[in-house]
Each structure stands twice: as structure tokens, then as C-alpha cells.
């Protein structure tokens, strides 16, 4: 079994505004991959982006350049 760890998971309130997401973080190398919503958090879409905690900075500093909205981040073992 996998060892569990904090990761950050960012969630958004569309399902548009995820994949947009998901293409610039692939597009900018950012770490991490789009992931079904964990049932410990609720989201508008159900879609989320995970990545590791030393890149929340850079993951928020992406998104905000290009405006996109994200509707919650927050840290969970996974």
C-alpha cells in the first residue's frame, strides 16, 4: 500500500475553469495532476488539481496570471 501524504488539492467551481487549469499546468510543467474531488472537500465540479505542497506558491501565482479562478485549495493526506 502507498504511503499516504499532504498534498495540495485545488478545486474549482467549473468544470471549464479546471481544464483550463489543467492545460496551463501541463503547458508550464507544473507538478501534479487533475484528480476527482476527495470526499473530505466539496466542489462545485468535482474535478481538482493535486500537487505537492512546496509548489503552491507557483501553482497560485500560474493561475493567477491568467485568471483563473480556483474555488478552494487546501492541504490533504492522500
Given at each position: 500500500m502507498r504511503k499516504k501524504t499532504k498534498k495540495l488539492v485545488t478545486t474549482f467551481h467549473t468544470t471549464t475553469e479546471a481544464l483550463k487549469a489543467e492545460a496551463l499546468c501541463i503547458a508550464h510543467?507544473?507538478?501534479g495532476r487533475m484528480?476527482?474531488?476527495p470526499r473530505e472537500i466539496?466542489?462545485?465540479?468535482?474535478?481538482?488539481w493535486m500537487s505537492?505542497?512546496?509548489?503552491?506558491?507557483?501553482?497560485w501565482e500560474?493561475?493567477?496570471?491568467e485568471n483563473i479562478v480556483y474555488e478552494e485549495s487546501c492541504e490533504v493526506m492522500l
Open positions: 510543467h507544473v507538478e484528480i476527482p474531488v466539496s466542489a462545485g465540479c468535482g474535478l481538482a505537492p505542497l512546496e509548489k503552491k506558491e507557483d501553482l500560474l493561475l493567477k496570471s
